[in-house]
């Protein structure tokens, strides 16, 4: 039986900042940004909008009626939690008007948990095949003004949903992972922005990125020029693109290595103008290289590095389904063009707002321009989120 992704979705925030701007504020040569990071702009988040209201926005994108009548587990995979107890996907749940008979859980490993997600839900699948698995990887990037990761921000999330005879891609059974016990990137209970370890946490990703693929050819007899494509996990695109140039070998003929680098291109092309959304962007890079690849055909293989600080790291791979390019989005691009371009003082102001309750814990927000669901305001202390201008009370 196969088993693999049917539908994907995106949403990312509605407003961007570009990367030109930033260096400009920050006195920085605006070529570290866009060399050196191969970043153009970044996603914005509003304070209403946030994991719940882009997993539902992206969701909502791909599902029928008669996909909410037969999901029966909603998965949501992120490190940008609302609550310590209540999982995003309930929410979500709500909101999308699922059936009620489903598991609906939240998973955290860094950027790595949609990868746990799409392997509980292929599990899922493969013991009840009529069954439908929702993974919804979804985050917000945010770190200090000035602090060395602010060019690497970024909102959105990724929409998937896991199915019997997919049309997008089937997984193949070849999974291997690695798990090393390493700070370099963390963010305690007490802190609303992470602390990294830049140039080790770097080293961490090559070097789990070398040994599980090593792992993964001796398990499985691989080689790459057995694939079309390489995704990766990408905090930022230039250091996926030293992933790809570390994979690259001698044995590989010339037209291969072409191919992989177009293919690598294609995959980043979203990220470079959203930036960095932690569990989706694995995600992010694959539906890039969908939507963007003109060498792309059904049959062939996508390797995929997954990585979650911390550590934990998988490699697997999946085929492309016949018929899959009529799943995707023609008008991407239009949409990311869309985005309303801020100034620095106005993201300074937008990306950073905070919460202000009163003693009943009561918030109210401004009215921001997000997708079909927004954060209303929170009463009592529990968030309250709408669909347009309908109220939507959990």
């Known amino acids: 039986m196969s088993i693999g992704i049917d539908k994907i979705g995106l949403a990312t925030a509605k407003y961007r900042l570009d990367m030109a701007d930033l260096a400009l504020a920050r006195d920085t040569d605006p070529n570290k940004y866009s060399v050196g990071l191969m970043l153009d702009s970044l996603s914005i988040a509003p304070i209403t909008e946030d994991i719940v209201t882009l997993g539902a926005a992206a969701a909502e994108q791909i599902l029928t009626e008669a996909d909410r009548a037969r999901i029966d587990m909603v998965i949501v995979a992120t490190e940008s939690s609302i609550d ?55 985050d917000i990037a945010k770190y200090g003004i000035g602090s060395s990761g602010e060019p690497t921000q970024g909102s959105g999330a990724l929409a998937m949903l896991v199915t019997s005879q997919p049309r997008i891609l089937a997984f193949n059974d070849d999974n291997v992972a690695q798990t090393r016990d390493v700070m370099d990137f963390w963010r305690p209970n007490y802190s609303s922005t992470p602390f990294v370890q830049g140039m080790f946490s770097t080293k961490q990703y090559l070097d789990c990125l070398k040994t599980t693929w090593a792992e993964f050819q001796k398990r499985n007899q691989a080689q790459l020029q057995d694939f079309a494509a390489f995704c990766f996990h990408i905090p930022y695109p230039k250091l996926a693109n030293k992933g790809l140039n570390k994979l690259l070998d001698k044995s590989l003929s010339e037209e291969k290595v072409e191919e992989l680098k177009a293919n690598f291109q294609a995959s980043i092309s979203y990220s470079r103008q959203i930036g960095n959304i932690y569990t989706g962007s694995l995600y992010l890079g694959f539906l890039s290289l969908l939507e963007n690849s003109h060498s792309l055909k059904a049959g062939q293989k996508i390797a995929f590095f997954s990585y979650g600080s911390g550590a934990v790291a998988e490699i697997f791979s999946g085929q492309l389904v016949a018929g899959f390019e009529k799943m995707l989005d023609s008008n991407r ?35 921001y321009d997000t997708h079909t669901f927004a954060l209303e305001r929170i009463d009592h202390h529990q968030r309250l989120y709408k669909r347009k201008e309908e109220s939507y009370d959990n």
Do not use: W
């Not at 929410?91 to 950027?111: D, N, V």
């Open 84 to 138: 310590q107890s209540k999982a995003a996907a309930v929410f979500i749940h709500g909101l999308l008007g699922i059936q009620p008979f489903a598991r609906s859980l939240e998973m955290k490993e860094a950027c790595y948990s949609a990868t746990a997600a799409l392997n509980y839900a292929k599990l899922h699948v493969a013991s009840k095949p009529d069954s439908k698995v929702l993974v919804i990887a979804s």
């Open 333 to 367: 691009q239009a949409q990311l063009d869309q985005r309303q371009k801020l100034t620095v003082p106005a993201y300074e102001k937008l990306f950073f707002e905070e919460a202000h309750f009163d003693d009943q814990g009561n918030a109210d927000f401004d009215n």
